[in-house]
T-cell receptor, first 111, second 112 residues
Framework: GDSVTQMEGPVTLSEEAFLTINCTYT??????LFWYVQYPGEGLQLLLKATKADDKGSNKGFEATYRKETTSFHLEKGSVQVSDSAVYFC??????????FGTGTSLTVIP | DTAVSQTPKYLVTQMGNDKSIKCEQNLGHDTMYWYKQDSKKFLKIMFS???????INETVPNRFSPKSPDKAHLNLHINSLELGDSAVYFCASWPGQGSGYTFGSGTRLTVV
């Protein structure tokens, strides 16, 4: 079935470090792909999305490119800040309304 | 104006009690969901409604009963609460294909 696999956390980085959180997917067709962020004590917020192969989603300095050949949608940021500390979820959606979420990756950025 | 609002934000109750969580969205979306997030942050879908009709009903104990009086509201009633029901419950709404969910801020349920 359709699924998403995220890199295990937790991830701890120093401020201004480069961030990569890996996400790969399994799907029978061509899904839409999403990254969500959950700050402590809050709900999930949509961070970025890509709906077709080679699309790049970007928001708040974060980027992810939909790579069909490697079935991946890795999240990257060039210079993280303390305020980026959160849990990040990769997700996919096929036709229909069900989303499949990864297990989440906790990021802590230290000053 | 909060797009997806849940009440209450916190709920502490004893085993065996019955409780309800309410959700309302003002986005005009047709589809709404309930998700359960455990202590390891794993998200599990519970139910989905499209325009008041139940369309996803995952393997959830029948002590959990969703109700959608109209497409802007989706409530969750839980009977005979158990310790294992302790979790954060999220409501979400969805406008359609290619779009992401909009989540509420969650209800932290603690059963003691």
């Amino acid at each position: 079935g359709d699924s998403v696999t995220q890199m295990e956390g937790p991830v701890t980085l120093s401020e201004e470090a480069f961030l990569t959180i890996n996400c790969t997917y399994t799907a029978t067709g061509y899904p839409s792909l999403f990254w969500y962020v959950q700050y402590p004590g809050e709900g999930l917020q949509l961070l970025l999305k890509a709906t077709k192969a080679d699309d790049k989603g970007s928001n708040k300095g974060f980027e992810a490119t939909y790579r069909k050949e490697t079935t991946s949608f890795h999240l990257e940021k060039g210079s993280v800040q303390v305020s980026d500390s959160a849990v990040y979820f990769c997700a996919l959606s096929m036709t229909g309304n069900q989303f499949y979420f990864g297990t989440g990756t906790s990021l802590t950025v230290i000053p | 104006d909060t797009a997806v609002s849940q009440t209450p934000k916190y709920l502490v109750t004893q085993m065996g009690n019955d409780k309800s969580i309410k959700c309302e969205q003002n986005l005009g979306h047709d589809t709404m969901y309930w998700y359960k997030q455990d202590s390891k942050k794993f998200l599990k879908i519970m139910f989905s409604y499209n325009n008041k009709e139940l369309i996803i009903n995952e393997t959830v104990p029948n002590r959990f009963s969703p109700k959608s009086p109209d497409k802007a509201h989706l409530n969750l009633h839980i009977n005979s609460l158990e310790l294992g029901d302790s979790a954060v419950y999220f409501c979400a709404s969805w406008p359609g294909q290619g779009s992401g969910y909009t989540f509420g801020s969650g209800t932290r349920l603690t059963v003691v």
